[in-house]
RNA sequence: GGAGAGGUGGCUGAGUGGCUGAAAGCACAGGUUUGCUAAACCUGCGUAGGGGAAACUCUACCGGGGGUUCGAAUCCCCCCCUCUCCGCCA
C-alpha cells in the first residue's frame, strides 16, 4: 500500500513510478476522490462535535433532543456518502503499486535485466546431455505420469533417492540460515484473503492462488504470506530488529495464463517447495537487509557447486509490491541456459502498511518497518543438481554438502543402462 | 460434531445507559532518595486522523457489522474468533 500521504504531496513520485511499470492508474482522478473525502471528513466531524455537544444538554433540556434528532438525518447522509468516499479511495490505493529503487532497469520482461555477476564454472559434457525430465524417468525419481494421474498435470512425485535428496537439500538450507541468525518456521498451509491482501498477493495476483471452496482460504502461493502475515497489527521493538524468519513449505499456483511456457519437466508446476528467506527490519536498514539475502541465496548455490549469475530485475519482471528485486538464475545443464531459481524482492513499507506491521523505538517513534522477501532454495534447486552433476550412465553425483543429509553420495544409473 | 465460558489500552484486569477514552496493577519514560545494584516515593504514559506556531482542541476506536436511544464498552440482533470439557481422529 502505498502511504497516502505520498499521493497528495509527491503525486509525481508516484506517476512516475506508474508510468515505468505501464500501469494505467488514473493518479489524478484518485488524488481528486481523496480531496473531496477530507473535506466531507471535516464536515461530518463538526457536525458530530455539535451532535456531542447537544447531547450532553439533553439531560437537563429536553428541547435539544428535537434539535439532535434534526441533526443526526443530515448527519446520516453526509455519513454515507462518507464511506463511499472512503471506500472508493481505499479500494484504488490498492490497487497502486509500490515505489521504484531509482536503480531499477527499465524495459518489459526478463531480456530487459542486466546480469550484476557471474559464478561458477558451466560443466561440460563429452556426452549428449539429458535434461532432468529424462534424468528422473531413467532413474526412477520424479514421476510427472502419476502426479498428473492422482491430482493433475502440473503435480509430480520425487521418489526414492529423488525424495531423499530434496529433503536433504532443503533441511540442509534451513540448517545453515539458522546458523545466520534466521528463526524456523513451519507454518499454516493455507491462508486467509486479508492475509494474502496484506501480502500484495491480493488483488495482484489473485488468478494464480487456489481459494479453498466454501472457507475464506487460499493454499498458499509461498511461506512468504504466513511468515509475513504472523506479524500483522503488531508493534515490534526496535532494538529487536532485524527479524529474520525462514521457513519450509509447499507453495500452491494456478499459473493460469503460463501455460506452455518452459513446462516440460517440472520446472513450471501447481505445486514446489521451497526454504523461504523473510526479514523484517528499519526503514533505513531494507537495503542492506536485501543484499544479505542475496549473498544467503548465492552462498548455498557455492556451496552446492551449481553455476549461476545474479540479474537486477527490470520494472517490467518486477511485480507490483516490489521496490527492488534481484533474481539469481541457475545454470541448467539440460536446458543449456541460466534459468530463475531465487529471487530477492525490497518490499520496503508496502506489506508492513497493508498489514499494520510497525515498530516503535526507544523515543516512542513510530513507523512502518521494511520487509525482504526471498527464496533459498525450492525444487529447481534439485533439478540443476540432477542436469549439472549427471554423469554419462545417467547416475547424479550428489553434491558434497548434502550427503551428511542423504546418507548416499550417488543416484545410481539402473542396471540395463550401464 | 455436542456443551459451556469469554473477547476492554503493550500485558493483567475493573467497568450494566451520560461524571468512562476507560479504575487498579504490571511494564515503560522522567525525577527524588542512594556508595553500586536493588528497593521506596513522585510525575508522566492508548492508537489513528483533523485544526493550531504552541498551549490546546475536535473526531473515531472497548472482536466485526447492524439496531434501540438525545446519549452505548454497557441494552437488542447477526457474524467472527479464542478457551475449557465431551466425542472423533493424524
Known amino acids: 500500500m502505498i502511504d497516502i500521504k ?57 428541547e435539544a433532543r428535537e434539535q439532535v434528532k434534526d441533526l443526526k438525518e443530515q448527519l446520516s447522509q453526509q455519513e454515507a456518502r462518507l464511506q463511499e468516499l472512503e471506500t472508493q479511495v481505499h479500494d484504488k490505493l490498492s490497487w497502486l503499486p509500490n515505489l521504484l529503487h531509482p536503480a531499477v532497469p527499465d524495459g518489459n520482461d526478463d531480456t530487459s535485466n542486466i546480469e550484476i555477476r557471474k559464478e561458477g564454472v558451466i560443466p561440460e559434457f563429452s556426452f549428449k546431455v539429458k535434461d532432468h525430465q529424462e534424468l528422473g524417468e531413467l532413474l526412477d525419481i520424479i514421476d510427472t505420469q502419476r502426479g498428473a494421474k492422482v491430482a493433475q498435470s502440473g503435480f509430480y512425485y520425487w521418489k526414492g533417492k529423488g525424495a531423499q535428496l530434496c529433503n536433504a537439500m532443503f533441511f540442509w538450507a534451513q540448517m545453515e540460515l539458522t546458523k545466520r541468525g534466521f528463526t524456523s518456521f513451519m ?10 491482501y496484506g501480502t500484495g498477493y491480493l488483488p495482484f495476483f489473485a488468478d494464480q492462488t487456489y481459494p479453498i471452496a466454501n472457507e475464506d482460504l487460499c493454499l498458499i502461493g509461498t511461506s512468504e504470506q504466513t511468515l509475513v502475515g504472523y506479524h500483522a497489527d503488531e ?11 525462514c521457513a519450509f513449505s509447499p507453495c500452491f499456483r494456478t499459473e493460469s495464463g503460463s501455460y506452455g511456457k518452459a513446462s516440460r519437466g517440472i520446472f513450471r508446476v501447481h505445486q514446489f517447495h521451497k526454504v523461504e528467506q523473510i526479514i523484517f527490519c528499519l526503514p533505513e536498514e531494507s537495503e542492506k537487509y536485501h543484499k544479505f539475502c542475496l549473498e544467503n541465496e548465492e552462498y548455498l548455490l557455492q556451496q552446492l557447486g551449481i553455476p549461476y549469475h545474479v540479474v537486477d530485475v527490470c520494472v517490467g519482471d518486477m511485480g507490483a509490491p516490489g521496490y527492488r528485486k534481484y533474481d539469481v538464475e541457475a545454470w541448467f545443464a539440460g536446458f543449456g541456459a541460466y534459468r530463475e531459481v531465487t529471487s530477492n524482492t525490497n518490499l520496503t513499507d508496502f506489506q508492513s502498511r497493508r498489514l499494520g506491521i510497525r515498530y516503535k523505538d526507544k523515543d516512542g517513534n513510530r513507523g512502518y518497518v521494511h520487509t525482504i522477501s526471498a527464496t533459498a532454495v525450492t525444487d529447481r534447486v534439485a533439478i540443476a543438481i540432477l542436469e549439472n552433476f549427471q554423469q554419462e550412465d545417467g547416475s547424479v553425483i ?10 548416499f553420495d550417488k543416484i545410481e544409473a539402473p542396471e540395463q543402462v550401464k
Open 398 to 407: 550428489i553434491p558434497e554438502v548434502l550427503r551428511p543429509f542423504t546418507g
Open 235 to 245: 508493534i515490534l521493538e526496535a532494538d529487536k530488529l532485524p527479524l529474520s524468519y
Open 187 to 196: 507454518t499454516p498451509c493455507a491462508a486467509k484473503s486479508q492475509t494474502l
Open 6 to 62: 505520498i499521493l497528495r504531496e509527491t503525486p509525481e513520485l508516484i506517476k512516475e513510478s506508474c508510468r515505468r511499470r505501464g500501469d494505467a492508474a488514473d493518479i489524478d482522478a484518485i488524488i481528486e476522490l481523496d480531496k473531496e473525502y477530507r473535506e466531507l471528513v471535516q464536515q461530518v466531524e463538526a457536525m458530530r462535535a455539535d451532535r456531542n455537544r447537544l447531547s450532553k444538554e439533553c439531560r437537563d433540556n429536553p
